[in-house]
């Protein structure tokens, strides 16, 4: 088959196959999907807004602090989804800490209604948009994180006896000369040099 009988068969018009007024299969094929994930998702966007609602009032949140953005898609295997996004308008400071909780409310909610809701709703995300107490673009310092996990200050290898230190980088040095050198050094290591202790 020629390149030419090859690009014809694989854009729908080999073997004979008549166009269909300019339009490919492919684009039809996808519009129809997209059209019916936009028809699954309508009941599933409209949940999703009201179990937000549902979960901000469980958990004492003023109705204009928070708001979603809901994206419907289509994955390859041509099942329909979306990805939902809380937007925080204002309040930053005082939900950061509760983000978690409230997030577990929220599936905990959606199950109420849907047996397998990570099924469509394929993933969960959050935008600051407020203001937060600190300046933007400022961290906390070293002294700031309640982390135990911090190494200590001193980060230096113990003191060690200076003759030792030599003698212990003579050793490292036989060793990569001996490995650069070929095969045969590394059977005969050189005399002049002393053994690396462990």
Known sequence: MTRMGLLKKLLGRGSGAPRRG???SQFHESETIAQRSSSENAPRRELVRVVLR??????????????????????RKHQA??????????????LLTHVHAFQDTFWQELEKFEVHPRKWLFSLAWQFDGTGAAAPGMLAGADGWDDDTQPPQDTQPPAQDADELATD?????AI??????????????PKDKPPLRP
């Open 169 to 173: 980088l003579q050793a490292l040095y």
């Open 81 to 94: 989804g979306m990805h939902v996004q809380f937007i925080v308008r204002q309040g930053d400071e005082q």
């Open 22 to 24: 300019g339009a490919s």
């Open 54 to 75: 549902d979960t901000m009032r469980k958990h004492g949140i003023p109705s204009d602090w928070m708001d979603c953005r809901i994206l419907s898609v289509v994955t």
């Open 176 to 189: 990569r000369d001996a490995a650069l050198s070929g095969p045969a050094a590394l059977t005969d290591p």
